[in-house]
């Protein structure tokens, strides 16, 4: 009698046991976890605190470096220390901006790790010091 029930009969009529249960839902649990951190971009809190640290860092070696390109290139003898730049050696060029004081700003004991790498980058990839453009407007000059 039991083989004439349709399929729809057949799903009312089950009972799963606590076993089927119990696998079930740990499996669903799993399953979740393993798409949640490989594709669900779920992180760990240290994994967060780290990328927060390394983002941080990163931020202020960029600001430092946009700094130290600024000071450069408003020095007045800009042109003569980019071609010193460009003729020292790629790997010793963040020493000379290092040495040339560039990283350095007021109230930093030490310059931000990789900065004198991103403004000599920077700086070697210049042609040339672009011109100041300086404004002499009467409001300047006061008259």
Do not use: H
């Not at 000071?71 to 042109?79: L, M």
């Not at 460009?86 to 010793?92: D, G, H, L």
Request: glycine content about 8%; overall charge negative; aromatic content about 8%.
């Amino acid at each position: 009698m039991a083989d004439d029930q349709t399929m729809s009969e057949r799903w009312e009529n089950y009972r799963p046991s606590k076993t089927l249960w119990f696998w079930s839902v740990a499996g669903a649990a799993v399953l979740t976890m393993i798409v949640g951190f490989t594709a669900g971009g779920w992180t760990t809190g240290g994994t967060a605190r780290e990328m927060a640290e390394n983002s941080a860092r990163d931020a202020r070696a960029k600001l430092v470096a946009n700094l130290c390109v600024e000071k450069f290139i408003s020095a007045s003898d800009a042109s003569q220390t980019l071609a010193k730049l460009k003729e020292t050696s790629s790997y010793q060029r963040d020493n000379f901006i290092t040495d040339g004081g560039w990283t350095k700003l007021a109230g930093m004991e030490k310059s931000a790790p990789g900065a004198a790498d991103l403004c000599a980058d920077k700086l070697a990839a210049m042609d040339a010091i672009p011109a100041r453009n300086v404004d002499l407007s009467p409001a300047q000059t006061g008259g």
